[in-house]
């Protein structure tokens, strides 16, 4: 939120909220609760005992929604899934919200008093309403009571129902039904959510309103509404719920949505409710304010003879029995929506200390006014504790993701380079850091005091400018270093290896001419490309042509290298076939420059193909061909880039020989981390050899079985460097794709032989580092290559107190060579707030960056410990956030309530999204190198990228008219919300599929298809017909902008509803139940519910 911008329609932070009068809140619903003892949770790696039981005779049982099989069980070619075609979710369900909740920007101050939250109200008495608004996860996992007996509770005469906190105890109304009760899949009981303050819920009794209770913050912002929790049986909702003004109490909402049915037995009969409408804001049913959304029409009911939620009621029927309505839970599309709604349109100026930026999911411009921007830098909170015994309370991960050389849009201008001359940059003395706008010059402007490390220095007599009266230099805006949070210092030859500048960088491709690589067909397809790629290698702003040199390898069992010198009539083939001891044959005419030699060049990749035609070769070697590679470079004297494209398991005697070790029988024991780890150390070892070089590997792997994609990617990953995966490779499937990802590889620009350090200020310092790296000490960053996709994430400890006035501050130092062979400095800044308070923390925190850091924590946990360790470490960790929280920061409430923080509200859907991923709970048909290649991938992902990936975009294309062009919103990753009649695509940033409904008009079909009818779609078409109609243009458009969007290509598989590809497709169904035994969200947040309560008690 932009400083000056003026606060939206939503009720001010510092106004009254209302509160409930007159409620005695001494029990649940109304029922006395069981005394039994109830049973725990199912194991989290197999199936949940409460799902599946028979209901005890006499409850009703809804048939299950069907949940999401995972990825597992659907096959692709040869017996692979489909992560070898694998990137927002964006938007909300239905209208977008006029009336916003804004997310807080970090700056305003925090009042003490403790208010009930909005909860909204029924407007009439409706034998249907609509799904109860999220403005009651207050008031709603509040019907969590697990156990004891509870006395009923008269409902206060004037008003028709109990307070929203009054559940019927679970163990009380399920017979038989294990801790949540015996829930179809995916149900629970059910949850609301109230706004109140971070933290706020109903109160135990009545509360007078005061308005002095409550301090108005001076910047008057929206509120931050906390979350709370479900309902249980015996409560009800009823019609379209609206929020109150801020001087009115007002009731729980009640009424299920049509055709809701649950396990247990109906509560009790409920009192007659007030039919008069309240004025006032409306609350949202996925969790914030806004208008209530309208029925959603189209929406296919979740299983047979249940209403759709756009259908008209019918006669009035007794209540079915409970389930959560999942619109009653935190909804990713809503907050995502009313993001975008609330800042995408201001610029996100960077001019103030410790403001949470906009969501990943958010388009926005960025102005730089002395911070970094969020595309380089986003944190876990940008509030951070003081002490680190309140870090260690609180649990919250510090942490930041940088993404030192990220691509910006057009619009916001690279960063300034600044050249200080032989001089070089200006530092501090003591602790090296680099002259940023946060530097205090003292003493006329002879002096700066580093805000590091506190040492005074001296101003070099060149670098003197007077101060003006406020104490700033004179020309502090006409210098980047001084102004802005991002800048570029050009290097002296003192920052260069052995004090000399660098050569450009140069590419080698090095090409697998096996017998399978020639038979795919892959060779000639690649060879091909090459001749007119060569033209686009990157260049340096305005250069007419690329200074990079390039270089030809091909290798079986032994090694080829060409001689393609410009004087050369033919390229010349040098053989290497011992192996063991490589070396490269020639170095004059191996690396060219690609205008000079074009002509010999272009006569080599036309004779490649035909060379090997005719081979029988099938042994291949792998470590050797790196080793030349880099040996060719060291040779050259420069840093590059090696792009090798490889079939199969290198097995041919050679050093770095691989064994076929994959073991299935592994999984789920102690022994399962061995999957992960590399066969052999020879890999490291090389890879330590490359970085010192400043070789980067990017690896492209064709495997038609098991490659131990493990041990094969250690040296891209520890030099900075990708691995894509083809499995089964196809040139009439995969050409398009391989190029895709091949083009964008060659042309984007790289940092090579790069060194990264982070500095902080004192109090806190950088102590843990995940990504594509080499770390040869504790504090440097080591990379061979480093481009615009690759994050470095990065944890921080206290070592001493914060001081609150001070703040916290970051600064990362990138030293690498662009492309053109100069060395540079990339400076990036960022000043943080502390806080003494722990409601400050959770208020600034940010849920996708926490994830990306817990993701990448896990990710590497598996390769120490059994995966279910990590598992469970994930989740006590969580629980402990959200169990700090709700002890000291949110107001005295039954512990049978779920309180989540506003700025934490998607943390456990979407660490259930992780806890679900096949890294840690694989299906039956996920490979051991799937798994493995998933897991290289996330470690340096961005925000934006884990984002997607975890929680995929699911967007519907027929709802929308076909003359609007724009991206239509999302709805939920669960298989209720696909409509049979609908087509819908869904994108996870590495994955496209279009799943199409049986009973989607024949028009439709026609249109996108040019087919008459559903049964003629080709299930598995990776390629959509270009037909000359609207609907075809629109979907074409938007594949190709979603596509644009993410950093590798996404291959289209088109899915046909209760076609064998649907089980894939529901995979990433990621709010069901999977069939790899991945709890739904539901199910999820009762569990998390549960861990949270033993915590507290």
């Known amino acids: 939120m932009n400083v000056n911008q003026s606060a939206p329609p939503v009720p001010p932070f510092g106004q009254p909220q209302p509160v409930y009068l007159g409620h005695h809140q001494s029990s649940y ?102 799904p109860p608004t999220s403005a009651q996860v207050t008031a709603q996992l509040a019907g969590m009571q697990i156990s004891g007996t509870v006395a009923p509770a008269s409902p206060p005469s004037g008003l028709g129902y109990g307070p929203p906190t009054s559940l019927a105890s679970a163990s009380g109304s399920f017979p038989n039904s294990g801790l949540y009760g015996s829930y179809p899949q995916g149900q629970a009981p059910p949850l609301g959510q109230a706004q109140g303050h971070p933290g706020t819920q109903p109160p135990q009794r009545p509360v007078p309103l005061q308005a002095s209770s409550f301090t108005p913050p001076a910047s008057g912002g929206p509120r931050m509404p906390s979350m709370t929790g479900p309902l249980l049986p015996g409560q009800s909702f009823g019609g379209p719920p609206v929020s109150q003004p801020n001087h009115v ?93 609330n800042r995408g349109s201001e610029p996100f100026v960077t001019g103030v200390r410790g403001q949470v930026p906009p969501l990943v999911t958010t388009n926005f411009l960025v102005k730089d006014q002395g911070n970094a921007s969020p595309r380089y830098i986003r944190c876990t909170s940008y509030n951070i504790p003081c002490t680190s015994d309140m870090a260690k309370q609180a649990q919250v991960p510090l942490a930041a993701v940088i993404k030192p050389l990220a691509r910006l849009p057009p619009e916001e201008a690279s960063p300034y ?56 230099r004179v020309d502090a805006y006409d210098r980047p270093e001084l102004s802005l949070g991002s800048y570029e210092f050009l290097a002296t030859v003192d920052y260069c290896k052995n004090n000399k500048f660098p050569s450009p960088p140069a590419f080698i491709f090095m090409i697998d001419v096996s017998y399978n690589a020639i038979r795919s067909g892959l ?46 009539a033919q390229p ?65 004297e420069c840093a590059g880039k090696l792009f090798l494209f490889h079939t199969s398991l290198p097995i041919a005697e050679a050093p770095g020989k691989l064994k076929n070790r994959d073991d299935r029988k592994l ?113 440097d960053v080591e990379l061979a290559g480093l481009d615009g996709d690759k994050t470095v994430t990065v944890e921080f400890k206290h070592d001493d107190r914060l001081n609150e006035e001070n703040g916290a501050l970051l600064q990362c130092a990138l030293l690498y060579t662009s492309c053109a062979g100069q060395r540079r400095l990339r400076i990036h800044n960022l000043a943080l707030n502390c806080c003494t308070q722990l409601a400050d923390l959770y208020r600034n925190c940010e849920t996708d960056t926490l994830i990306n850091y817990m993701a990448k924590f896990a990710y590497r946990g598996v390769l120490s410990s059994p995966v279910k360790t990590v598992r469970d470490t994930l989740i006590t960790q969580c629980a402990q956030i959200l169990a700090c929280y709700r002890k000291n920061c949110a107001s005295p409430s039954s512990a049978g309530q779920l309180i989540l923080p506003e700025c934490m509200k998607l943390l456990p859907v979407y660490l259930n999204c992780v806890l679900k991923s096949d890294v840690l709970q694989p299906g039956a048909e996920v490979t051991t190198d799937d798994r493995a290649y998933v897991r290289q991938l996330v470690t340096s992902m961005d925000v934006a990228e884990t984002n997607v990936f975890f929680y995929p975009r699911l967007l519907p294309l027929t709802k929308s008219p076909i003359e609007n062009t724009t991206e239509p919103p999302a709805v939920r990753a669960s298989e209720e919300r696909l409509s049979n009649g609908d087509i819908y695509l869904l994108e996870n940033g590495l994955n496209l599929f279009l799943w199409v409904g049986a009973s989607v008009q024949q028009g439709v079909v026609q249109s996108l298809f040019g087919v008459s009818s559903f049964s003629q779609i080709t299930s598995g078409l990776s390629v959509l017909p270009v037909l000359d109609n609207l609907l075809s243009k629109k979907v074409q458009g938007l594949i190709d902008s979603l596509r644009a969007q993410r950093s590798r290509y996404m291959k289209l598989i088109v899915v046909k509803q209760e076609d064998k590809l649907e089980t894939l497709f529901k995979h990433f169904l990621v709010e069901d139940k999977s069939l790899s035994g991945g709890a739904s969200y539901v199910d999820f947040l009762c569990h998390m519910h549960k861990e949270i309560r033993q915590l507290l008690s």
């Open 249 to 341: 109490s007002s009731p729980a909402p009640q009424a299920l949505p049509p055709g809701t049915q649950m396990t247990g037995p109906p509560g009790p009969p409920l009192p007659p409710m007030h039919s008069s409408q309240q004025p006032g804001y409306q609350l949202q049913q996925n969790g914030s304010f806004g208008p209530t959304r309208g029925p959603q029409s189209n929406y296919g009911s979740p299983y047979p003879g249940a209403a759709a939620f756009g259908s008209q009621p019918g006669p009035p029927q007794p209540l079915p029995a409970k389930r959560l309505d999942p619109d009653a839970i935190p909804s990713p599309i809503q907050v995502i929506e009313d993001d975008r709604n």
């Open 667 to 779: 999984i789920n024991t102690d022994k399962e981390k061995t999957l992960f780890q590399p066969q052999t150390g020879a890999y490291q070892t090389l890879a330590k050899e490359c970085v010192a070089q400043g070789c980067c590997v990017d690896l492209f792997l064709f495997p038609n079985q098991y490659v131990d994609v493990a041990t094969l990617s250690v040296v891209p990953q520890l030099t900075g460097g990708s691995v894509y995966k083809y499995a089964c490779f196809q040139v009439e499937n995969d050409q398009e794709r391989f190029l895709s990802d091949l083009r964008r590889d060659v042309q984007k620009v790289v940092g090579f032989d790069a060194v990264m350090r982070v500095r902080t200020s004192t109090g806190i310092r950088a102590v843990d580092f995940f990504g594509a790296f080499y770390m040869n000490n504790t504090t």
């Open 29 to 130: 619903g109304g029922q006395p609760g069981s005394t039994t003892a109830p049973t725990s949770y199912g194991a989290y790696n197999g199936p949940v005992p409460g799902y599946q039981q028979t209901p005890p005779p006499g409850v009703s049982r809804a048939p299950p929604s069907s949940g999401a099989p995972p990825a597992s069980t659907a096959q692709g070619p040869c017996g692979q899934t489909a992560y070898g075609q694998f990137g927002q979710g964006d938007v909300q369900n239905g209208p977008s919200s006029t009336v916003q909740m804004q997310r807080l920007p970090g700056y305003q101050p925090f009042g003490s008093a403790i208010l009930a939250p909005v909860v909204s109200q029924p407007a009439v008495l409706q034998p249907y309403g609509p």
């Open 417 to 472: 380079v600044v050249d200080h001359g032989e001089s070089g940059p200006l530092r501090c003395n003591r602790c090296k850091a680099y002259m940023c706008p946060f530097m205090q010059f003292v003493e006329g402007g002879r002096r700066f005091q580093c805000c590091f490390c506190s040492c005074i220095n001296d101003v070099p007599p060149q670098y003197f400018q007077h101060l003006d009266h406020t104490g700033k």
């Open 523 to 568: 060779v000639r397809l690649l060879c091909e490309e090459l001749k007119s790629l060569l033209d686009f290698l990157p260049r340096e702003g305005g250069a007419e042509e690329s200074a990079i040199r390039v270089g030809f390898v091909t290798y079986n069992k032994v090694l080829h290298f060409y001689n393609v010198k410009s004087s050369l």
């Open 572 to 636: 010349q083939m040098m053989v290497v076939s011992d192996v063991g001891d490589m070396f490269v044959p020639l170095l004059d005419g191996f690396l060219v420059n690609i205008n000079e030699s074009q002509a010999v060049i272009t006569s080599l990749l036309d004779q490649i193909p035909e060379m090997f035609a005719d081979t029988r070769e099938t042994e291949t070697v792998f470590a050797p061909v790196i080793q030349a590679g880099m040996e060719a470079l060291k040779a050259a």
